[in-house]
């Protein structure tokens, strides 16, 4: 039996894994077992039937490469498949430049491949284009988070801090369906007699939980947040010794959030003034206050001031720092926040260092030994990323680990003819996902049970999941593959294909930086039950951040003043309605695991419409329906539901089809798209 985590959402549950003949079985760890602190020995279905994939036909276990004139598949050896990619590469290279070449990671590697991706890419291949499908998960927040605390860190407290606050508001969060070990702790927090808000545009399960709902049209979180913090500066319960001594910039905040009264707000949101007061009237009594935001407030172009909105209503009360009280935002991916900090992103170098910083790119060349004036600037972010591929001045190959680009990426039909123009795409799966199946090559590789390596959860808890059974024959890691094409394309550094090697490598890369990994070892992951990061040497870790000081020089945190605009894109006579995205319960992500484990429920993708909006475009229930956006259209069963507004619909994610209707508007300080809410129709 052997100790791992989920390979799933961002709570990293913990599961134990055993042999059964053939099979692998998952088992939980005893609730008394220290083990698993985030959740206690619960596991979600998608956790109890994760190993559901072990065996599977579908399983990838041989190169496969394409040929381009019939596009029939035939299988190769790695050596062959290897040789063919790195020899394209240099040759790209050679023609165009270094950043003829492209890479795309994912959210749901392991802290040593996002590591080893990054020096891959800007140490073997010297480009500056990398990045991965985390950008479309938190960066908005962390965006915010940057700007407000000087830091970046998902949750600056432990998850169970969640049951001790006294009110706990959820903004765009449907916490039971996405990660369901973590509601417990709002339905302990209710037990205790604390409250629970929950702002969304469906009446989620999550919302089911809340003693208030607020139901807003997609989009307009931020003006909700500037009524709240106008009732609350009006009330006079804003804390003005807090703001004096741990904060700055305020007074701009106040003066712009005079203009947001509550009838105002209404007019624009749809939540009525007096339940704005309601909530502002809870705040205010409230000794302890907790904000948590989610992707439903973030993907928007203007996620980023959202996040920032909300951020002010948690400093002008006086909450960042205090026990159990402050703002978090609850990741997405497995390794949402550990995928961004060692150099997976455009912009950043391990330790979460910026690219364009001459200290820190002397640091890591430093670890790496070369000459800092070789690692390439700043990279296009994710979708601009996308959108250049196969251009004049674009990448013209591109290897894509952990991410089903069809299938996640906004405006996907876009994107797909973007990939179609790549003289080179190379995909590491280990089924055939929709992007696999565009490839030029494809390259089967290991799954979660196969392999070791850390993760890092939501909490900012650095945990080792363990390998528990060895990879089918032809199969191979993605470390594996990386020093392959690294040493055929012969790149300076030393390359490992030893996740434990490659960690320590990782820490001291990341010594001295925001996310300082250096006194994290496997060895005290496995004592302790994971580390907490910032780590430094002689460190314990930091499981809660910010009580004697902000990340920012001056160890102050900052308001930002932020205004509505509102989305990218309005309703008009020809799109009427708000269309929003968003997950459900059997189902992660792209679907390319999930949708092929038989003990999940697959339904299929569906749009969820309210009576009223059924009845004027004559819809009945299961049966089909014409959802249209600009970009392209989408036909599925209807599902007829009191519990969204009548002006919006719903469509997840998980297949196919919701993202070709999405809109690719960006944040301009996240460059997240807008997945969130576009303008759309509906026909029967």
Known sequence: MTDTHCPYCSLQCGMTLSRKGPRLEVGVRSQTNKHSPVDEGALCRKGWTAAGLRGSRERLTTPMVRDRATGEWSATTWDEALDLIAAKLAELREVHGADANAVFGGGGLTNEKAYQLGKFARVALGTSQIDYNGRWCMSSAASAGNQAFGVDRGLPFPLADIEKTDVCVLVGSNLAETMPPAARHLDRLREKGGRVVVIDPRLTPTGERADLFLQPVPGTDLPLALGVLHLLDAAGAVDEDYIAERTTGFQDVRRSVAAWWPEMVERVSGVEAAQL???????????????LTARGAEQHAQGTATVLA????????GMPGRPFSGYGCLTGQGNGQGG????????????????????????????????????????????????????????????VFGSNIVVS???????????????????????????????????????????TGTMTNLEGRVILRNQAISPPDGVKNDLDIITGLAHRLGAASTWSTDPEEIFTELRAASKGGKADYS?????????????????PEGSEGSPRLFADAFFHPDGRARFVDVAHSGPAEQPSAAFPLHLTTGRVL?????????????????????????PLLADRVGA???????????????KAPARIVTTIRPDTVF??????????????????????????????AVSA
């Not at 007061?277 to 904000?291: F, H, N, P």
């Not at 909300?310 to 009360?317: E, G, K, P, Q, R």
């Not at 496995?526 to 990061?533: C, H, I, P």
């Not at 484990?597 to 749009?607: A, Q, R, T």
């Open 519 to 535: 006194d994290i070892t496997y060895d005290r992951i496995r004592e302790e039950d994971g580390v907490f990061w910032p780590c």
């Open 586 to 610: 059997a189902q992660y992500q792209s679907g390319a695991q999930t949708r092929r484990i038989k003990e999940l429920p697959d339904d299929g993708i569906f749009v969820e419409l309210h």
């Open 651 to 680: 469509v997840p994610f998980h297949w196919v089809g919701a993202n070709r209707l999405t809109n690719d508007a960006l944040d301009p300080s996240s460059r997240m798209p807008e997945f969130k809410v576009c303008a759309a």
């Open 310 to 317: 909300w951020l002010n209503v948690a400093l002008a009360l």
């Open 340 to 399: 961004r900090e060692h150099g997976q992103k455009a912009d950043q170098l391990p330790g979460y260092r910026m690219i364009d910083d001459p200290a820190a790119r002397a640091h890591v060349a430093g670890v790496w030994g070369i000459d800092p004036e070789t690692i390439p600037g700043k990279g296009r972010s994710a979708y601009e990323l996308l959108d250049a591929l196969g251009t004049a001045a674009g990448p013209k190959s591109l290897l």
């Open 620 to 634: 009945h229930d299961g049966d089909p329906v014409l959802v249209r956006t600009a970009r392209g259209e989408l």
């Open 409 to 451: 990426a906004p405006n996907a039909s876009h994107v797909a003819s973007r990939l179609a123009d790549l003289d080179l795409l190379v995909v590491a799966d280990m089924v055939m996902s929709e992007t696999a199946a565009l490839a030029d090559v494809v390259l089967p590789v290991t799954q979660w049970a196969e392999e």
């Open 277 to 291: 007061r309601e909530l502002a009237s809870l705040l205010a009594k409230a000794e302890k206050v907790m904000v």
